[in-house]
């Protein structure tokens, strides 16, 4: 794809936006860094060093201006925001692991909750930004275990400390919202994704990383929760939400500052069971064991997220069905292990034809 087609996507507004992403070295923002910078955008980076090795961030080898810096310092974030002057902030820097959050809530909340006041606390104290997509999850809802979509006003719950503090997270921001930035000018939105896959995540305790990494030293993994559906989409699916978000935030749009679902449509969720026999199809070094053991904290059975708002009024669709998420996700970790070839790009060009064949507003095909 031409740089020049590439750039005009959502209405050319991030071509030399200084744009700042918080959790930059984590698996969602490293892939959001490469489409921002592919876009002619001014990429900030903020987060702690990664932890795994291998990592995305690393892998790509960005040139982009990566600061490795804490949320939970805000004297720093002053620095920073007064500094390098972002236009917009998408702030996913987050403890994002429900099992460590078990052995670890303080950090959890402190990150996740005060880590994004403080994110709103910079952008207070600075002049330039006018707009902040704030990325939580699907888990922020009181989960009731029905068999029906969570829309965006329904109550915030979350039972283990991650859940919670993402529905913490949303508190706060419609407290923000309200009593500071719609105010000020400055949009706030925040958005709600389902279980993301796709290549480069090598997360702890995470079903795709696990079961990639057991297969490339020929192992097998061990699944917990194999009937727990989950709303499974690409990486790259909430990450036009989020950049829809922010278009219509850096337009001055209000109706967007708001709470938003990005999730899959109903037929992406499936078992933690067939995503794993599914996945094996794709690689045969697939390998796994169902232990029951291993679900020694409550997780979720039933989660599945309702999309009407997405769909309707920032017309956001979901471009990959679940067969073809899996494919591009098992491809990327198979190129990877047995070629050393990192296909980032290449599933880039590809989600966005896609996305263009579907006639999507913010590909400006329509
Ligand atoms: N991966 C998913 O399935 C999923 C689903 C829904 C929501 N989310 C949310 O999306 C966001 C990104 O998730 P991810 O999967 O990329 O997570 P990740 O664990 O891969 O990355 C987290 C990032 O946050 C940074 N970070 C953590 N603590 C920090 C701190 N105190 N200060 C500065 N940076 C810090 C890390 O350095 C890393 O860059 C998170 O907010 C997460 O809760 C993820």
Same mark, same amino acid.
């Given at each position: 794809m031409e740089i020049m087609e590439i750039e005009k996507l959502f209405g050319g507004i991030y071509k030399n936006k200084v744009c700042l992403i918080t959790g930059h070295t984590g698996f969602k923002g490293s892939w959001l860094a490469r489409w921002l910078t592919k876009m002619g955008a001014i990429v900030i980076g903020y987060s702690l060093k990664p932890d795994n090795e291998p990592n995305h961030f690393e892998l790509l080898n960005e040139n982009y201006t990566s600061i490795t810096g804490n949320i939970k310092d805000l004297a720093n974030l002053n620095k920073i925001f007064n500094k390098y002057k972002p236009e917009i902030v998408f702030h996913l820097a987050a403890q994002a692991l429900v099992r460590y959050s078990y052995e670890n809530p303080i950090e959890t909340f402190q990150t996740n909750v005060l880590g994004t006041m403080n994110i709103y606390e910079a952008t207070r104290n600075s002049n330039s930004v006018k707009a902040i997509v704030n990325i939580t999850s699907d888990k922020c809802y009181e989960n009731k275990e029905w068999i029906w979509g969570y829309r965006e006003n329904d109550p915030m719950g979350g039972h283990d400390p991650y859940s919670a503090s993402k529905g913490c997270s949303e508190l706060l921001t419609a407290s923000y919202q309200k009593s500071f930035f719609n105010t000020d000018n400055i949009l706030l939105a925040s958005a709600r994704a389902g279980n993301v896959i796709g290549g480069g995540d090598w997360a702890i305790d995470r079903l795709v990383p696990d079961m990639v990494k057991a297969a490339s030293n020929n192992n097998e993994v061990f699944i917990r929760s194999p009937y727990a559906t989950r709303p499974w989409q690409h990486v790259l699916e909430p990450l036009s939400g989020y950049l829809n978000l922010g278009w219509k935030l850096l337009k001055g749009e209000k109706t967007f500052a708001d709470g938003w679902n990005f999730g899959p449509d109903q037929d992406n969720n499936i078992s933690v069971l067939d995503l794993t026999k599914n996945s094996k199809v794709l690689w045969n070094k697939i390998n796994y064991t169902v232990d029951k053991n291993l679900a020694n904290h409550h997780e979720a059975n039933l989660l599945m997220l309702d999309c009407s708002k997405a769909n309707k009024i920032l017309k956001w669709k979901p471009v990959w069905d679940i067969k073809q998420t899996l494919e591009k996700t098992i491809g990327w970790y198979k190129s990877f292990y047995q !070629?050393? *070839? *990192? !296909?980032t790009d290449n599933d880039l060009q590809e989600y966005i034809q896609s996305a263009k064949d579907k006639s999507l507003l913010w590909t400006g095909s329509i």
């Open positions: !070629n050393s *070839i *990192i !296909n």
